[in-house]
C-alpha cells in the first residue's frame, strides 16, 4: 500500500484566487431569459387587469331597477330585410337605431334573417 502523496493534491482557491476571475457574463439567451420573459410576464398581467377593469358595467343593482322594453314579435316576409322592418315599426326613429335594437333583442349574428323568422321588435 502507497502513503498519501502530499504533492499530487489540488491546489485550494483562495478568495483572492477567486476574485482575479472575470465576471459574470450573459449570453443573448441569458438576457433574454433574465429580462424578457418577466417583461412578457407583467405585459399578460397589466392586459388581464385592463380587461377586468373594462369589463361592462351590470345594467342594475336590483331586480326593480330593471326596465322591460316594450316588443312585439313579427314575422319576417320573403324579400323582408331587417332596414324595412325597423322603417315600418318605427318611422319616427333612425332605422339604424332600430336595427341594431332589433339585433339585440334576438341575439342576432349580423344582420341577416331568413322568411318566416319570427323575431322580436321595439314597440316604442
Known amino acids: 500500500m502507497q ?4 504533492e499530487e493534491r489540488p491546489a485550494v482557491r483562495t478568495a483572492k484566487a477567486r476574485s482575479s476571475q472575470p465576471p459574470l457574463r450573459l449570453t443573448r439567451r441569458g438576457r433574454i431569459v433574465l429580462v424578457g420573459i418577466p417583461l412578457i410576464l407583467v ?3 397589466l392586459i388581464s387587469l385592463a380587461g377586468f377593469l373594462n369589463s ?3 345594467a342594475a343593482d336590483s331586480a326593480s ?4 322594453t316594450p316588443t312585439v314579435s313579427v314575422t319576417v316576409q320573403p324579400g323582408q330585410s331587417l332596414w324595412e322592418i325597423a322603417g315600418s315599426v318605427a318611422p319616427e326613429r333612425d332605422p339604424r337605431d332600430v336595427v341594431a ?3 339585440q333583442l334576438n341575439n342576432l349574428d349580423g344582420g341577416r334573417v ?3 323568422q319570427q323575431i322580436f321588435v321595439p314597440s316604442n
Open 3 to 6: 502513503g498519501f502523496n502530499w
Open 43 to 45: 405585459s399578460v398581467l
Open 56 to 58: 361592462p358595467a351590470k
Open 65 to 68: 331597477e330593471l326596465s322591460l
Open 101 to 103: 335594437d332589433i339585433v
Open 114 to 116: 331568413m322568411p318566416g
